[in-house]
């Protein structure tokens, strides 16, 4: 007959009890730390769709400066074919325009899709090896584009024009990125998006930018903070400036109280030690040597 040791039962829960409190009181330390990514922006959001900020003759004006190997004829032909298209489903051309630039490097291809394909957007080529789209020419392969972009746009998803050639069409959720900010899946508030490459969205908008001779772009950069023993090691990497200017500051959360870590310096690397202990938020300000702003942008993490 087997005797059971209540006493020791009850010991044996205590012992486990504690063991799950400091286990979970550790993860917790460690998710803390962890990496923390965000994206600044000076302006809104982008919508998607509207009306062009970029004239066909920028367009072409900017193709021509990126990739002198296509034609004159080529270059008109492609880009009246992109606001032909666009208008048509009441998407912007230039953010349609922008997206195929990016996705081709200005029309070099090189990639996983061949220029044969006539498919500017990368349509099909997931991150998980899918088999990218073929379409029979310049027309349809841009219309595809466009149709893609109204897809993620467009709660409704209705086409004007009734011929529908993007093959993942229905298997875009409507609405999910009705900004060009949110096609890139890690900014995507819904985790959705055309592309997972950092800043996607914000590559789009650098060249709609500089197409309208507009040096004042959107801000991309990563902040992260991790903790090794009692210093935080604290770095941001700048995605699309040079020569900018960074500040650090700690924000204890329980007081509100702030320490400057780094005043404006081209460092973009820093080193803190809390005096004491608790619960922190790290913040990143960002500006251009010449802005007569205190700052351009900020992200934080905690």
Known sequence: MKIWDCGGDIAVKRALNIFLVV????????????ISTAYAQETKLTPIMGQSQATKQQAIQSLKKNNSSKTDEYINEFVNTTWEEATIEDVRPDVAFSLM?????WLKFGGRVPESY??????GATDDGGTPAQFPDMRTGIR?????????ASPEKNLNNNECVDPRFDLVTGGSAQYVEWLGI????EGRGWASGQGYGYKIINIINEMCGNPLTPFIYELKANLSGSTYNITT???NANGVLYKFVAINSATGQQTVIQNYSQKSTATWTPSNSGSYIIKAYIKRPSSPYEYD??????
Not at 101 to 105: C, I, N, R
Not at 118 to 123: A, C, L, R
Not at 297 to 302: F, R, V
């Open 237 to 239: 990497q700048s995605l």
């Open 297 to 302: 942008a900020y992200t934080t993490c905690n």
């Open 118 to 123: 006539n498919n500017f957007g990368g349509i």
């Open 186 to 189: 890690r900014e995507n508030p």
């Open 101 to 105: 630039m990016l996705e081709t490097g």
């Open 23 to 34: 286990l979970i009181t550790t993860l917790s330390i460690f998710c803390t730390n962890l």
């Open 144 to 152: 595809a584009v466009v149709q893609h972009l109204k897809a993620y």
